[in-house]
């Protein structure tokens, strides 16, 4: 079964950092773009950031400076540093992937299950 997997969230103060992870599992032969959305309560989804697979970045205006995306196509993983963390980046975060190729053949718009972040004042 294919899948994306993210870790990392939790609870933190104001001011400090946090490392999201995004796993594909399963036999994957390769990954699209990819990206990074969150949702804060009753709110709308947004996207926070998104890298494509030869590494072009593009980021929200309110994280730019704050929190970089990366990706290991190796290892089919896709992180996201953030740092200098405040209240307002509370949110569910997920990661996408746009294309998955694998055993089981391809898929789109392939979401995580989400993992809370919560940042404290």
């Known amino acids: 079964q294919v899948q994306l997997v993210e870790s990392g969230g939790g609870l933190v103060q104001a001011g400090g950092s946090l490392r999201l992870s995004c796993s594909a599992s399963g036999r994957i032969f390769s990954i699209g773009d990819m990206g990074w959305y969150r949702q804060a309560t009753g709110k709308q989804r947004e996207l926070v950031a998104s890298?494509?697979?030869?590494?072009?970045?593009n980021y929200v205006d309110s994280v730019k400076g704050r929190f970089i995306i990366s990706r290991d196509n190796a290892k089919n993983m896709m992180y996201l540093q953030m740092n200098s963390l405040k209240p307002e980046d509370t949110a569910v975060y997920y990661c996408?992937?746009?294309?998955?190729?694998?055993?089981?053949?391809?898929?789109?718009?392939?979401w995580g299950q989400g993992t809370q972040v919560t940042v404290s004042s």
């Open positions: 996408k992937a746009d294309r998955l190729t694998s055993n089981y053949g391809a898929f789109y718009d392939l």
């Open positions: 890298i494509s697979r030869d590494d072009y970045t």
